[in-house]
Structures are given as structure tokens and as C-alpha cells.
């Protein structure tokens, strides 16, 4: 994973709650098993209509949202099955930080596993961010260090857990966290290794 510390990028708004995994990357597209080209797939449902053509009304058909790195949107975002695919998704179609006031607790654990910074802020908050990035573009700046959210006369704080925190920074994941204690597990195993 790419170490992530500040990111300063276009907002795309989703005004809906519970999204869930299967709006995010629907069953039919689960069987591929490499990590890349679930971009395409991307809240399908919603993207295209029964003919394959782009739905102008959703958000990220929009051309002011073209190359939004940044998602916002509501409660409870990531909600249903706990499919990693979703993670995989949003990081293939390009984004790199969702902004919510909740999140389902695997999805929220799969997004930063897999580097993307996932942010529950409060839904006032979030709220005046979506109407602000609805009506006009909107680009924040994400300073993880700092743990703030600043631009086009915003600035918010966000909490975030230390450990999943450190990863982001360091662009670890948890088996390259594990790995900084090799020489520490060698030894342990040296020492209990039992004789045939």
C-alpha cells in the first residue's frame, strides 16, 4: 500500500444512507478473484440503466464529479454483507477517502486494511459538506498527521484509532506489521522448537 498523510481531492456527494455492498459492487461481478478492474463495476445499479446505458441522474454520472477522489456520504455507509470487493471497488474507480457519519464496522476495517482512509464525521457536518459539493465543486484537504479535513472555508477535525492510523501513514498492511516483528518470531520459534 502507498503511505497516506495529506490528499487534497474533488468531492463527489451521495446524499443516501445504508448504502449497502451490493449498490457498491453487486454479486454478479464477485467471481472475478484479482483486486483490479472492479472500478467499472461501481454502484452498477445505479450507474447504468437495463440497457447498459449511463443513468445522467446519478451523482457520478455527472461531469462536475469526473475524477472525484473523495466520497461523502450518509449513515450507515457500507452496511450488508462484508464483502472486501467494496473496498476494491471505490479504490479502483479512484477514491481515496469516504467521509460518513457511520459506517458497518467490517466495511469500515476492509477500507483501511486496504488503504483507504475511511472518516466517520458527524452528520451535521457531513450534511453541510453534501449540499456544499451538490451545488458547487467542492475540494478538501485531508491531513491524516493532523487528523483534519480543511477547504473552501472548512475545517474539521476527525478521530481515528492510533494502530489503524499508524498503517495508513506508513502504507503497512497488517501482514507488513507483523513482518517489522520477524526477528522477534524467529527467536520465539528458535526457542520452542521441540527435537523429533
Given at each position: 500500500m502507498?503511505?497516506?498523510?495529506?490528499?487534497?481531492g474533488?468531492?463527489?456527494?451521495m446524499?443516501?444512507?445504508?448504502?449497502?455492498?451490493?449498490?457498491?459492487?453487486?454479486?454478479?461481478f464477485?467471481?472475478r478473484v484479482?483486486?483490479?478492474?472492479f472500478g467499472?463495476c461501481?454502484f452498477?445499479?445505479?450507474?447504468?440503466?437495463?440497457?447498459g446505458?449511463?443513468?445522467p441522474?446519478?451523482?457520478?454520472n455527472?461531469?462536475?464529479?469526473?475524477?472525484?477522489s473523495?466520497?461523502?456520504?450518509?449513515?450507515?455507509?457500507g452496511?450488508?454483507?462484508s464483502?472486501?470487493h467494496?473496498p476494491?471497488?471505490l479504490?479502483?474507480?479512484?477514491?481515496?477517502?469516504?467521509?460518513a457519519?457511520s459506517?458497518?464496522?467490517?466495511?469500515?476495517?476492509?477500507c483501511?486494511?486496504?488503504?483507504i482512509?475511511?472518516?466517520?464525521?458527524?452528520k451535521?457536518?457531513?450534511?453541510?459538506?453534501i449540499?456544499y459539493?451538490?451545488?458547487?465543486?467542492?475540494h478538501?484537504t485531508?491531513?491524516?498527521?493532523?487528523?483534519?479535513i480543511?477547504?473552501?472555508?472548512?475545517?474539521?477535525?476527525?478521530?481515528?484509532?492510533?494502530?489503524q492510523k499508524e498503517?495508513?501513514?506508513?502504507?503497512l498492511?497488517e501482514?507488513?506489521?507483523?513482518?517489522?516483528?520477524?526477528d522477534e518470531?524467529?527467536?520465539?520459534?528458535q526457542k520452542?522448537?521441540?527435537?523429533?
Amino acid at each position: 500500500m502507498e503511505p497516506f498523510q495529506t490528499f487534497k481531492g474533488l468531492v463527489c456527494p451521495m446524499d443516501r444512507t445504508n448504502v449497502d455492498t451490493d449498490q457498491i459492487i453487486p454479486k454478479q461481478f464477485l467471481k472475478r478473484v484479482e483486486r483490479k478492474g472492479f472500478g467499472e463495476c461501481l454502484f452498477f445499479n445505479w450507474r447504468f440503466n437495463e440497457k447498459g446505458a449511463k443513468n445522467p441522474d446519478f451523482v457520478l454520472n455527472q461531469p462536475k464529479y469526473a475524477g472525484a477522489s473523495i466520497l461523502v456520504a450518509g449513515d450507515n455507509f457500507g452496511c450488508g454483507s462484508s464483502r472486501e470487493h467494496a473496498p476494491w471497488a471505490l479504490q479502483d474507480y479512484g477514491f481515496k477517502v469516504i467521509i460518513a457519519p457511520s459506517f458497518a464496522d467490517i466495511f469500515y476495517n476492509n477500507c483501511q486494511k486496504n488503504g483507504i482512509l475511511a472518516i466517520r464525521l458527524d452528520k451535521e457536518k457531513t450534511d453541510v459538506l453534501i449540499a456544499y459539493a451538490t451545488k458547487t465543486s467542492l475540494h478538501l484537504t485531508i491531513n491524516l498527521e493532523d487528523q483534519t479535513i480543511t477547504g473552501d472555508g472548512f475545517s474539521y477535525t476527525f478521530d481515528i484509532d492510533p494502530y489503524q492510523k499508524e498503517m495508513l501513514l506508513e502504507g503497512l498492511d497488517e501482514i507488513a506489521v507483523t513482518m517489522r516483528h520477524e526477528d522477534e518470531i524467529a527467536a520465539y520459534e528458535q526457542k520452542h522448537t521441540v527435537s523429533a
